[in-house]
């Protein structure tokens, strides 16, 4: 299904009666294919993607004994480590962008929910009376800073999504006139205590990065820190210079 779902197949196949299918890669000729979620497809079909980012778009429908090409420039997106990929299939995806989760990005969380606000309003038109105040030619928001201040403080695990939900739980059960911090918002928030008395040193950072060969994702796993982004953070207060490593 998933190689049907990306090379297509010809008309008949694999039934008799199944309709001719392009493909994604087909439909993609001369533009960009998205692929979201990438470290969720299984070793076998990343193979398969090799030969169309090798041989100059090569690619073959199921059902057929001839070639096609397409000209695609491939991108995907992974919350996963890329150690989960295919070593050589992760090697093709030569230019990286990389996302910090929100508990990396705290001061990007009330423009967030300004933003989440704004949007939901446009779906919902009546949450503009409840929540809403106009400020000359603008709308502001009415948000207890409490809720603010949970929101920020939150650890995500599921991020922006995350964070939609904890913004509409707090619009389903807040009161006329302000957004607030409601007792179904706090039984959702995890905050952790902050504290430095568990956090690894300068020494044990620089110890486990040269145990990983500069790889920070394989050094946090050493450390015990709970992703790589933590570790960057670590990093970046001990004034621990890197080289640029292949995992980021």
Same mark, same amino acid.
Request: charged share 30%.
């Given at each position: 299904?998933?190689?049907?779902?990306?090379?297509?197949?010809?008309?008949?196949?694999?039934?008799?009666?199944?309709?001719? %299918?392009?493909?994604?890669?087909?439909?993609?000729?001369?533009?960009?294919?998205?692929?979201?979620?990438?470290?969720?497809?299984?070793?076998?079909?990343?193979?398969?993607?090799? &030969?169309?980012?090798?041989?100059?778009?090569?690619?073959?429908?199921?059902?057929?004994?001839?070639?096609?090409?397409?000209?695609?420039?491939?991108?995907?997106?992974?919350?996963?480590?890329?150690?989960?990929?295919?070593?050589?299939?992760?090697? %093709?995806?030569?230019?990286?962008?990389?996302?910090?989760?929100?508990?990396?990005?705290?001061?990007?969380?009330?423009?967030?929910?300004?933003?989440?606000?704004?949007? &939901?309003?446009?779906?919902?038109?009546?949450?503009?009376? &409840?929540?809403?105040?106009?400020?000359?030619?603008?709308?502001?928001?009415?948000?207890?800073?409490?809720?603010?201040?949970?929101?920020?403080?939150?650890?995500?695990?599921?991020?922006?999504?995350?964070?939609? %939900?904890?913004?509409?739980?707090?619009?389903?059960?807040?009161?006329?006139?302000?957004? #607030?911090?409601?007792?179904?918002?706090?039984?959702?928030?995890?905050?952790?205590?902050?504290?430095?008395?568990?956090?690894?040193?300068?020494?044990?950072?620089?110890?486990?990065?040269?145990?990983?060969?500069?790889?920070?994702?394989?050094?946090?796993?050493?450390?015990?820190?709970?992703?790589?982004?933590?570790?960057? &953070?670590?990093?970046?207060?001990?004034?621990?210079?890197? #080289?640029?490593?292949?995992?980021?």
């Amino acid at each position: 299904l998933v190689d049907a779902e990306l090379f297509g197949n010809a008309k008949n196949y694999p039934n008799s009666g199944s309709p001719e %299918r392009l493909g994604l890669i087909g439909e993609a000729d001369g533009s960009i294919l998205f692929l979201d979620e990438i470290g969720e497809l299984p070793p076998a079909m990343q193979a398969h993607l090799l &030969r169309v980012l090798d041989g100059g778009g090569e690619y073959q429908r199921l059902g057929e004994s001839k070639g096609r090409k397409s000209d695609i420039r491939m991108v995907a997106a992974t919350n996963r480590d890329l150690d989960s990929l295919k070593h050589d299939f992760a090697a %093709r995806l030569t230019v990286r962008v990389v996302t910090p989760p929100l508990t990396d990005r705290p001061e990007d969380v009330p423009l967030l929910v300004r933003r989440i606000l704004a949007l &939901r309003t446009k779906e919902v038109p009546t949450l503009e009376a &409840r929540f809403f105040e106009r400020v000359g030619d603008r709308l502001e928001a009415r948000i207890e800073p409490g809720l603010i201040d949970g929101l920020v403080r939150h650890s995500y695990t599921h991020h922006l999504r995350e964070l939609e %939900r904890l913004v509409w739980l707090a619009v389903s059960t807040s009161k006329e006139g302000y957004l #607030a911090r409601t007792p179904e918002v706090e039984a959702e928030l995890k905050i952790e205590v902050d504290s430095d008395e568990n956090e690894p040193g300068k020494d044990e950072v620089q110890a486990a990065l040269a145990q990983a060969k500069g790889s920070v994702a394989k050094a946090a796993k050493v450390l015990g820190v709970k992703n790589r982004f933590a570790l960057y &953070r670590l990093i970046k207060k001990h004034n621990i210079e890197i #080289a640029s490593d292949g995992d980021d």
